[in-house]
């Protein structure tokens, strides 16, 4: 597809769901709530008609396994999809209620009113539940959305954007709440970037080179999902028994993900003593370790490299010199998204969770549970790693934004 | 100066303010708020210097009339800004306690906890307090903050970030936290725009052209703060004599802010008995109003430019066909800053706040009450018209972002 209809149908659709987006903002949220449950019953009608697409999609795919299983959609894993929509409706409306309430001097009294943003545009690669997922938390919030999936999800992508269009339909609101890109085209990418005024908020959910190429082009706001080069530090105050649980959860329970520690750093205080456990217990799961000079003196293994978020089954391993050790490596080394300490003593802990700029800071839980679901949040549609707007799993309630009713009593300003 | 040593002073300043935000961050509210009262005893004992410096500024410049008294400074003005710094710190701590706590079913405790933003640029024009009162909300939210003020006020500037790092050694912070471009250059905007990793917030104040290019431009994250086009409805449930003061003080108390009204809107129903009215009194003001062909047909004026956001003596009016015809045309011709409606009917009062985009609604108020002081944040570093992280007047709490500290009792993920 050439530019020149791609920003044209990219101009028309955004009208469209900037439209569509104020009647959702405006509708009561049983409404909101009721589309859900009916996307989700569209996508469990849908299901042969999904599994179908998935397989052309799986069909013409020649990459790795991994990614592979990423993009394949099985029964239970549709059924899945589904549920995730159903809880997104149960959860509160996040457009409900004042913020906050105060009564000027004056008389005023001033309302901070939660809002959608408007025009979400959200571009995602691989996982085709991930279209689910965001319609359901752009629906539940009020906000429109344009959906650009990757062109190896495409007929899995557009399958499942059927099912949400006829849940929404069935429900009574426009289909034109959630669209998708008409190709896969990586020129739509950049019409999306560049749609100042029509796309209030860009998404991106997928490799390093996609999301930052997102954060070099766009002309619109980004919430974006950079690195996740997490720690487990585990400190002389730890429960040995503790640490190692959480540790293997932490590296070994899925290693692709984002919430995955990276980076294992170990009190010098108990470095020798512990250290050949942790090792042995995460090489029995099939970790690759890899230590510092440190902690190579005390275990055999290869060279860490402390900035690389490996995403596989490979751990760094540090040893530092307790509380100020870890916050200092972290602060080096560390990409702001998930750290957790291991320890029994409540006051380290405080300093460490004051001490790190994470977006989430875990005491004595495995750093996995940096996840929408986990948080409660139903689902997420990213994991934020900016600094404004919003920290951490982005479920509904982040994406909406506030405004201010004033009212008076014929105040004039003096 | 050159770009390369621009580049190499604001890195360097963005490490040194980093560090210093860190610290500020960390501090206790106490310690911030005496930093806060240091500042302003620092800048009335300074009056005499900044009124010298100021006097260099003001014999330099050649502009008009109204931009030159912006520019000024006199006693007054100066023991203004000091007092602002002062209520800056009588504000209660936006870093302090929890923002949400809760519970999830396998024990983990989820605190969402305010944090500072980081690092942030401020790029502003003319008015030289607007240096002190960025700099007192920076402070108070635990924000360093890099200040680039125009050439027109630059010796005022200096003078008045002399006497800030003065107060902020007094409290014992960093002056770091606190600092201000060397050079008026505009390519220091630019590396500012550039500084992606050292700055985390840019917030550009000033007129259309600086604000349209640092949003073209800019490679980092804008609160920016455009058009204050703004509206005000008067409805046939309208209180006459309450409508008629509102309006003179929307549109006339100060011509010049972003809160005055652009535009006049009058419902059909009752154009033809009040429009000369309103119209009579604006008149008396010195204001010139211009209709379209509906209030043409009422009293006789030039034409209206709905689009138009003067902030002069000039008014637009449009009759409308009641609220619906209202909304409509705020729709259509508004920038989404404040709108306010005049009416006794809370049914329409309140169908009028749903039913317009605008980061401040108000109902039987003046549009010029959109002001961070009159809202009760002690000063505003702008007024937010994006639709993410803030909108409306952005005081202390609105620098701040969010992380969340998960306490657990070694739970796992299954």
């Not at 929509?85 to 001033?110: C, H, K, M, S, T």
């Not at 629906?139 to 495409?154: C, D, F, P, T, Y």
């Not at 679901?373 to 900016?386: C, H, K, L």
Request: proline share 4%.
């Amino acid at each position: 597809m050439l530019a020149e209809p791609i920003d044209s149908w990219l101009r028309n659709a955004c009208r469209e769901a900037r439209d569509a987006g104020r009647q959702l903002a405006q509708a009561p949220a049983r409404q909101r709530d009721a589309a859900l449950v009916a996307v989700a019953g569209a996508i469990r009608r849908h299901r042969e008609a999904i599994m179908m697409a998935n397989a052309q999609d799986i069909a013409a795919y020649s990459g790795t396994d991994a990614f592979r299983d990423r993009l394949l959609l099985t029964e239970p894993r549709i059924e899945a999809m589904a549920a995730g929509v159903e809880i997104v409706a149960g959860l509160p409306d996040p457009l409900g209620g004042a913020l906050a309430e105060w009564e000027r001097p004056n008389g005023l009294v001033i309302r901070r009113v939660p809002q959608p943003i408007g025009v979400i545009g959200m571009i995602y690669e691989s996982r085709p539940n991930v279209g689910a997922d965001a319609a359901a938390i752009c629906l539940k919030s009020g906000n429109a959305v344009i959906l650009r999936g990757g062109s190896e999800s495409q007929h899995s992508a557009r399958a499942i954007h059927e099912a949400i269009s006829e849940g929404l339909q069935e429900a009574g609101l426009p289909g034109s709440c959630v669209q998708i890109a008409p190709t896969t085209d990586r020129e739509f990418v950049a019409a999306m970037l560049r749609a100042t005024g029509m796309i209030d908020l860009i998404i991106p959910r997928g490799g390093k080179s996609l999301v930052e190429r997102v954060q070099r082009e766009a002309r619109v706001a980004v919430l974006a999902h950079a690195e996740g080069l997490n720690h487990t530090y585990v400190d002389r105050g730890a429960d040995l028994a503790m640490a190692r649980t959480i540790l293997a959860n932490a590296k070994m329970r899925r290693t692709g993900v984002c919430g995955a520690t990276e980076t294992l750093l170990i009190d010098g205080a108990v470095a020798e003593a512990w250290l050949p456990v942790l090792v042995g217990d995460l090489r029995a799961l099939g970790c690759d370790c890899r230590g510092d000079e440190r902690a190579r003196a005390i275990v055999a293994m290869g060279e860490a490299e402390f900035d690389t978020e490996w995403l596989d089954a490979v751990i760094s391993v540090g040893v530092v010199d307790g509380l100020e050790g870890a916050l200092a490596h972290i602060g080096r080394y560390g990409s702001s998204h998930t750290d957790a300490i291991v320890t029994e003593d409540a006051e380290v802990a405080g300093r460490f969770l004051a001490g790190i700029d994470s977006a989430v800071g875990m005491w004595n839980a495995s750093t996995q549970f940096c996840d929408g679901g986990e948080f409660g949040f139903g689902a997420e549609i990213g994991i934020a790693t900016g600094r404004v707007h919003a920290r951490g799993p982005v479920g509904p309630a982040q994406l909406t934004t506030f405004r201010y009713h004033v009212v008076g009593t014929g105040q004039v300003r003096p």
